[in-house]
């Protein structure tokens, strides 16, 4: 299925419809709507090998579903349907649409499978996550960040289990998951979340020095439990911090 304009509007229709009853929500649908257009253009426009090169109808379905303005800050509000990461407070941000999009693609997360998160911050990504039917876990190692996701996730009604810690180690009692997130930048791959990936599983991590531009890595496991990483485009995000 071609995504197009009138697809994305039908779409977020749909959405609209199914959606609580709220006076704000057509205004917020179509800045969304005019969001994935947006990050549906820098898919196009993005060369690299093994890129994807469209958002799948069912992360734009995810991504008109869920209310970024939701997740920001008060003060962040009116930026939250620009196509750029914003400051969640603590010295971290939430992701750049584009970014959630392309890391949801690349890890080609489906309906009942099993995913881990490392860097809940906000919140967003895991909601996209749990909007696209998956069954989400999510760690974050800021406390208050964590907790302030954690109820936001629940008020929304977006199925995420939480937790407060260093996702360096993975969530071993809820393993082994069918895709891996990392949403902060680490100076490798952690081997406790390559164990933890499933034979045929996928891990999208920023890998590379902190603060600077860092390599999104592909790690995909085959289905003999086989490893093998591909660099795909240079990325900019928070490090992942380890706890002292
Ligand atoms: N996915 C988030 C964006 C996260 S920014 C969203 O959708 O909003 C990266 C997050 O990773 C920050 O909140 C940061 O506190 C968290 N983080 C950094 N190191 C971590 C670690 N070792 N374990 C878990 N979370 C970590």
């Known amino acids: 299925m071609t995504l197009n304009r009138r697809g994305l509007l039908c779409a977020g229709l749909a959405t609209l419809a199914s959606g609580p009853a709220n006076a704000q929500a057509p205004a917020d649908a179509a800045e969304r709507l005019s969001m994935v257009e947006t990050v549906q253009r820098m898919f196009r426009a993005e060369p690299g090998p093994g890129l994807p090169a469209r958002v799948s109808p069912a992360v734009a379905d995810a991504m008109l579903a869920v209310r970024r303005h939701e997740f920001v800050p008060?003060?962040?509000?009116?930026?939250?349907?620009?196509?750029?990461?914003?400051?969640?407070?603590?010295?971290?941000?939430?992701?750049?649409?584009?970014?959630?999009?392309?890391?949801?693609?690349?890890?080609?997360?489906?309906?009942?499978?099993?995913?881990?998160?490392?860097?809940?911050?906000?919140?967003?990504?895991?909601?996209?996550?749990?909007?696209?039917?998956?069954?989400?876990?999510?760690?974050?190692?800021?406390?208050?960040?964590?907790?302030?996701?954690?109820?936001?996730?629940?008020?929304?009604?977006?199925?995420?289990?939480?937790?407060?810690?260093?996702?360096?180690?993975?969530?071993?009692?809820?393993?082994?998951?069918?895709?891996?997130?990392?949403?902060?930048?680490?100076?490798?791959?952690?081997?406790?979340?390559?164990?933890?990936l499933k034979p045929s599983g996928r891990m999208v991590i920023p890998v590379g020095p902190p603060f600077v531009v860092q390599q999104l890595v592909l790690v995909t496991k085959d289905p003999g439990g086989q490893v093998r990483t591909r660099q795909l485009l240079p990325v900019s995000f928070v490090p992942l911090t380890r706890r002292r």
């Open 74 to 196: 008060a003060n962040q509000r009116v930026n939250a349907y620009e196509n750029r990461p914003l400051p969640i407070g603590y010295g971290q941000t939430i992701s750049q649409p584009f970014i959630v999009a392309l890391m949801t693609e690349l890890t080609q997360v489906s309906r009942g499978e099993r995913v881990l998160e490392i860097g809940t911050g906000s919140g967003y990504q895991a909601a996209i996550l749990a909007a696209l039917g998956a069954e989400v876990y999510t760690i974050e190692i800021v406390p208050e960040l964590g907790r302030i996701a954690g109820a936001r996730l629940k008020r929304q009604g977006r199925s995420a289990v939480t937790r407060i810690g260093d996702g360096y180690f993975g969530w071993p009692e809820a393993a082994p998951f069918d895709a891996i997130l990392v949403t902060a930048a680490a100076s490798h791959v952690p081997p406790p979340l390559v164990q933890q």
